[in-house]
């Protein structure tokens, strides 16, 4: 199994709280992914990052910011989380761009806003 | 933009069935496909992958060839078992966007 470990892996906040979640490698892939997975939606992008301090918006961006300072931490923070931010978030990782490469997926966070 | 569209199910069938999950894709370029599957309380893992047109993807009695002229990429299993429970993603890698489009999902049930 790939090296990866998403924390925490649950959390209950309040609306209007800002939390963080944490991805660590420990793989040395160059590209990291968060995704939020939602019935009847399956997994969409949040952000990604293709290396340190490079990072992009995906899908679904708004409401949500990322940081990546180490080739194996990325992290995804909900600014002031909202009802609308339950979900289960999943971090995953990939070597490469090449075409051959799959992503390799992090345990998931199951996030609850109340 | 590139998307993934499949059956969403449930779908629900009894043990040593034969099964079959459609996806299609529309994409830009030539993406690779994958179908992920995620037990409960997982995380996605691979299953199988296909590269370029004609691929056939293969993995624990699991199949699925690449059919660029339907843009279509069907999971197949000959004989399920109840340890197949779970849901099934189909998806593709866009090299273009960097990024990875998911469709929404297959939940299948198998009964003993």
């Known amino acids: 199994d790939a090296g990866i470990t998403q924390s925490p892996r649950h959390k209950v906040t309040e609306t209007g709280t800002p939390v963080t979640l944490r991805c660590h490698q420990t793989?040395?892939?160059?590209?990291m992914y968060w995704y939020r997975q939602d019935p009847g939606h399956g997994l969409r992008l949040i952000h990604y990052s293709y290396g340190v301090k490079d990072t992009d918006k995906g899908e679904v961006s708004d409401g949500y910011s990322v940081s990546r300072s180490k080739t194996e931490d990325f992290l995804l923070t909900l600014e002031s989380a909202t009802s609308s931010q339950t979900s289960v978030y999943f971090c995953a990782i990939s070597e490469s761009l090449d075409t051959y490469t799959e992503a390799f997926f992090g345990q998931g966070t199951r996030l609850t806003v109340v | 933009g590139d998307s993934v569209t499949q059956m969403e199910g449930p779908v629900t069938l009894s043990e040593e069935a034969f099964l079959t999950i459609n996806c299609t894709y529309t994409a830009t370029g030539y993406p690779s496909l994958f179908w992920y599957v995620q037990y409960p309380g997982e995380g996605l893992q691979l299953l199988l992958k296909?590269?370029?047109?004609?691929d056939k993807g293969s993995n624990k009695g699991f199949e699925a060839t690449y059919r660029k002229e339907t843009t279509s990429f069907h999971l197949e299993k000959g004989s399920v078992q109840v340890s197949d429970s779970a849901v099934y993603f189909c998806a593709l890698g866009d090299n273009y966007g960097q990024n990875f489009v998911f469709g929404p999902g297959t939940r299948l049930s198998v009964l003993p």
């Open positions: 296909a590269t370029k047109a004609d």
């Open positions: 793989e040395n892939h160059r590209y």
